[in-house]
């Protein structure tokens, strides 16, 4: 027999990693069994933190010890969105069969940058899928990449080409001497405006169209700054509609935008971090028409999708557009058309990245063990709970809404007489509410009014956990009134 590496990582005693291992798995498999006998969240003590100001170490410990600390200091920490009574931003809960995918994909570490694997294959099995939830052509391309935030940069970086051409690749932006410019909603994501600075084409070239009552972008504004930046001599050359506002959930009429987008030739990219992969629940799908006509959609497993951390994508139509603004030739990435170098093209073809780790086995796991109308139906659920709790909050005096109930979302507040006082009341009652660990939901600002801002993704938060926050929110809501009331005596 082969002796070990002298230096190999691996144990000398497989069967004692293997106790240890299954451990562990149960350990975790009892936290997440138990998500609701403890708080949504808590800080934690001073003790805690100092624990991971311990310097560097060289020596070796014991893969339990550093499991117990584990289990003691960074278990009990987390923010808390896999809790049911996370309601606090657009996050999803994961799964416990994303979580053993996740472990299995760790087993064999593929690095799915590209070349002869199936890992490689499993990735373009889930585009395949997404060409087909979204009715794109077989010659779209798609990655996994972290998130929307770097899905909605490799759309505008394709945006760009395609108006460019590929020769910005080489000579720049500068001595292209076209002052390109993009068009979003103001209640698109920050991130979208940070892909045009990151892309270099600056946070200027990102003209901010007003929304409507219903928090959809205003398409005669839209249409208005269009000609005006024509007749100043600007390049348009994107619009970035948005599926699911991150403050409200509120989605652009993406039929329309595509129309304005066609007639003007520009590019249409739908930021769909959020809302796009309602594209699986039959009921809400509708409220997407047009995201089909897209030239690119950028959108989370992580999200509603409630796959493990992290599982962004991106898909394109022109699948040549995609690959001409990111594929390079380098001679350590030669590719053959036999062994380990065949294949392309890869999906190091299309993003920034070379290494990538196998976001896609989670996802392939996800959607085949639980299936789309499952997944669909936990997109229906956290609609119908927003829909539930803005009824309750329209019919409870000590509240107000602040937004129609779009999606999954719902920005409402206590109501208090003074308006000076009502910023402040309700964000203390959001902080009571998060440090109470009953619920946890965020704040926003809808109308220059201080929110309560209930997002609701969690395929575990039912219609108890919603109730819990009202009835909470009541119970701070009047204990901050009588205290400003009475420091007002
Ligand atoms: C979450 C979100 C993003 C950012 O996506 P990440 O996956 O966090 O990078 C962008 N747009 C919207 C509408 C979002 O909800």
């Not at 002052?179 to 946070?203: F, W």
């Amino acid at each position: 027999m082969q002796q070990p590496s002298p230096h190999t990582l691996d144990p000398s005693d497989w069967d004692e990693l293997r106790a240890q291992g299954h451990r562990m798995l149960d350990d975790i498999f009892d936290y997440m069994q138990q998500f609701r006998e403890r708080p949504v969240w808590q800080a934690a003590p001073a003790e805690v933190r100092d624990r991971f100001k311990e310097g560097l170490p060289y020596a070796p410990s014991s893969l339990d010890t550093v499991h117990q600390g584990f289990l003691q200091d960074v278990l009990p920490y987390a923010i808390g969105n896999a809790h049911p009574g996370f309601m606090g931003w657009v996050q999803g809960g994961g799964t416990p069969v994303g979580m053993l995918a996740e472990m299995l994909a760790a087993g064999i570490n593929a690095n799915v940058g590209g070349r002869e694997q199936i890992p490689v294959e499993v990735e373009r099995q889930i585009l395949r899928w997404v060409r087909e939830l979204f009715s794109f052509p077989e010659t779209a391309s798609g990655i996994f990449v972290t998130g929307t935030s770097m899905a909605n940069l490799i759309g505008v970086l394709v945006a760009r080409t395609a108006a460019l051409g590929t020769g910005v690749r080489k000579s720049g932006l500068a001595a292209s001497g076209t002052r390109l410019v993009a068009y979003a909603s103001k209640a698109a994501h920050g991130c979208v405006a940070q892909a045009m600075d990151l892309s270099g084409l600056g946070l200027d070239a990102l003209r901010p169209i007003p929304f409507d009552r219903r928090g959809e972008m205003d398409l005669t504004a839209l249409q208005h700054a269009i000609d005006e930046d024509r007749r100043k001599g600007f390049t348009p050359f994107l619009i970035v509609g948005t599926a699911g506002a991150v403050d409200t959930g509120a989605v652009d009429d993406l039929s329309s935008i595509a129309d304005i987008a066609e007639r003007e030739k520009l590019w249409f990219h739908v930021d769909g971090a959020y809302g796009a992969l309602a594209i699986m629940a039959p009921d809400i799908a509708p409220r997407l028409d047009g995201i089909e006509r897209a030239d690119s959609i950028a959108f989370d497993f992580h999200k509603w999708a409630q796959v493990q951390y992290d599982a962004g994508f991106i898909l394109v139509r022109d699948g040549a557009m995609h690959y001409d603004t990111f594929a390079s030739p380098a001679a350590y990435l030669q590719r053959e058309t036999r062994g380990m170098a065949a294949n392309s093209p890869w999906p190091c073809d299309f993003g920034p990245d070379l290494s990538r780790g196998f976001r896609a086995l989670k996802t392939w796991f996800a959607i085949k063990t639980y299936g789309i109308d499952r997944l669909g139906q936990v997109i229906s659920g956290t609609c119908a709970l927003a829909k539930y709790l803005g009824q309750r909050i329209a019919s409870e005096p000590e509240l107000e809404l602040l937004a129609p109930v779009s999606l999954s979302i719902v920005c409402f507040r206590y109501r208090c007489d003074s308006t000076d006082d009502a910023d402040r009341i309700n964000n203390d009652i959001v902080i009571a509410l998060q440090e109470s660990g009953i619920a946890a939901p965020s704040t926003t600002i809808i109308d220059g009014k201080l929110a309560i801002r209930v997002a609701l993704f969690n395929h575990r938060t039912n219609v108890g956990d919603v109730d819990a926050l009202l009835k909470a929110t009541l119970q701070f809501g009047r204990m901050e009134t009588v205290r400003t009331e009475s420091a007002a005596l």
